[in-house]
């Protein structure tokens, strides 16, 4: 069956340093990859798309890579600020338009 | 942007009651709706797909009869939980894929609806 795994463990780090949250996934051959954040209570925001052809995407101080040979994506957030601790999903598209999320990543970014 | 509103956020009822959540596209048409579930500490579960004036096509494992979905137009999709058990509090999101977009491009979604069945 088609797997997404994403650290599951919480990840804390001090502000400014960078954050690299892990995304694998088996038994798919994705066109592209999907980011999103997710705040408690609250909806999935999209943050960045990955193709399949694109190595990285940078988005301010986001950066994504996917590397499809290894089966995984890796997400970083560069000078990380309290404001960005939340939850990190990625997604992969499923059968149709709709997505299978991975369980998300809880980023916590202390001052 | 496009801005996906769902409603109400927060319901709790009783056992035994039938709660409609309702999700709206705000500011663009929306052929296809997408209902999922997340209990605590989960990812989110497709629950169904819903399409413009015709039937939701459910995921398995998830009772059409219990979870009754209407897409009657192209910005109002319904998600109705009938005879709510204690079982069925969640977290319930929708979202919306924009008519005419590209496949890959991102779905829009609702804040989702907090359901807690006593």
């Known amino acids: 069956s088609q797997k997404i795994e994403q650290n599951s463990e919480a990840l804390n780090i001090q502000e400014g340093k960078t954050a690299t949250l892990t995304c694998n996934y088996t038994n798919y051959s994705p066109a592209y990859l999907q980011w999103y954040r997710q705040d408690p209570g609250r909806g999935p925001v999209f943050l960045l798309l990955i193709r399949e052809n694109e190595k990285e995407k940078r988005k301010e101080r986001l950066k994504v890579t996917f590397d499809t040979t290894l089966k995984q994506s890796l997400f970083h957030i560069t000078a990380s600020q309290p404001a960005d601790s939340a939850t990190y999903l990625c997604?992969?598209?499923?059968?149709?338009?709709?997505?299978?999320f991975g369980k998300g990543t809880s980023l916590l970014v202390t001052p | 942007g496009a801005v996906v509103s769902q409603h109400p956020s927060w319901v709790i009822c009783k056992s035994g009651t039938s709660v409609k959540i309702e999700c709206r596209s705000l500011?663009?048409?929306?052929?296809?709706m997408f209902w999922y579930r997340q209990f605590p500490k989960q990812s989110l579960m497709l629950m169904a797909t819903s399409n413009e004036g015709s039937k939701a096509t459910y995921e398995q494992g998830v009772e059409k009869d219990k979870f009754l979905i209407n897409h009657a137009s192209l910005t109002l999709s319904t998600l109705t939980v009938t005879s709510a058990h204690p079982e069925d509090s969640s977290f319930y999101i929708c979202s919306a894929r924009e008519a005419g977009a590209y496949s890959n491009q991102p779905q829009h979604f609702g804040d989702g609806t907090r359901l807690s069945i006593l």
């Open positions: 997604a992969l598209k499923l059968s149709g338009y709709a997505l299978n």
């Open positions: 500011d663009f048409q929306a052929t296809t």
